[in-house]
């Protein structure tokens, strides 16, 4: 399975962003769709997630501000990120599962600056 995400940049504080990603080569069902993101010296954590059903999860830092989409027909997911601070800067990385196999993207890099 292959991923290619877009739609990274530089947006200034309380701006937008909409990331996208594709993924291809997928002969089975798509189960997870997610967005991680890491930012200089810490952890990659977990954005938003949706099943191939449609339900959500966010961390607690972007509820209320970030919203994940996913097209089941053309295997995309988007994440549309909202009132943008400062620290959402990270580079973000797609992600899916399918049986029970991870793959990544290779990851976009979001800056919220003035």
């Known amino acids: 399975v292959q991923l290619q995400a877009s739609g990274g940049g530089l947006v200034q504080p309380g701006g937008s962003l909409r990331l996208s990603c594709a993924a291809s080569?997928?002969?089975?069902?798509?189960?997870?769709m997610g967005w991680y993101r890491q930012a200089p010296g810490k952890q990659r954590e977990l954005v938003a997630s949706i099943t191939s059903g449609g339900s959500t999860d966010y961390a607690s830092s972007v509820k209320g501000r970030f919203t994940i989409s996913r097209d089941n027909a053309k295997n995309t997911v988007d994440l549309q990120m909202n009132s943008l601070k400062p620290e959402d800067t990270a580079v973000y990385y797609c992600?899916?599962?399918?049986?029970?196999?991870?793959?990544w993207g290779q990851g976009t890099q979001v800056t919220v600056s003035s």
């Open positions: 080569g997928s002969r089975y069902r798509i189960d997870f």
């Open positions: 992600n899916v599962v399918t049986l029970l196999r991870p793959y």
